[in-house]
């Protein structure tokens, strides 16, 4: 599903109604990029004799970067990766699922070799309209010897993140226990605090959702066949504000960011 997204990690919303905080909660929050504390956990990967080796992929993988498909086990969201060397500073990151084109990711290294940008395109969201997002990671440690301009160990930054509207955004309304979201992106659930799991409908990954209280916040945990992958800690700050921590079970990441009432 898509998430709010500044790094392609996923986010999302979701809320409780206690009658103090229903007030808060409901309307529609866009995710504010220029506050994103990032995970600082480097992505790693090599393109060297024509091979793409991601080894802080969960789990790691290796593909040859021939720009045909090739399979790739254990993700929720697609099954197959190509990899093309466009230039000496560019790759390109196809992901497909069932044989369909799901996702292109551009990534490209800046001439001085520091900066890595992301352009990623997709439609695989429950509108089926096409997004476009950029983001940016920059350079720690050496650059692998002999590999392709973009290998190496890259960490997030928030520098030069421009993200789709509909990544950034989901709508919540509520009532008694009932919670309702929907994404940007279409996809959307009505689950209750404290309840039984439902469907997250529209999910690529047919992922579904369960509610709890923490605190005067709201946790979310996602699961994808059955096997928790995501939980989402949201506490309204005041009546415009809520703050959202993101944390990715399967990549062991953690990113957070300031949510805005629009």
Known sequence: MNRFNVALSFLTLVASVPAHAAGQIDGTWKADTATAKLSTKPD???VKDGVYDCTSCTPPY???????PHPVAGRDYWDAAAVTVLDASTLEWKRFRKGVLVGTTKVAASNDGRMLTYTSV?????????TTSTSMSKRVGTAP???HAASGSWVAVNDGAQIAE???????????????LTLGTGEHYTAELGGPKVAFMGDKANAMVALTKAGGGFVETDYVGGKAVGTYTYMPV??????????NLKAGTTDEFT????
């Open 44 to 46: 790693v990967f090599v």
């Open 62 to 68: 290796k593909i040859a970067a021939d720009g045909q």
């Open 122 to 130: 997709s439609a695989d969201n429950a509108s089926g309209k096409t």
């Open 145 to 147: 010897v002999g590999g």
């Open 166 to 180: 509909e990544n950034l955004t989901a709508t919540i309304t509520t009532s008694g226990k009932a919670v309702t």
């Open 238 to 247: 005041n009546a415009t504000t809520m703050t959202l921590k993101a944390v």
């Open 259 to 262: 949510l805005r009432k629009q």
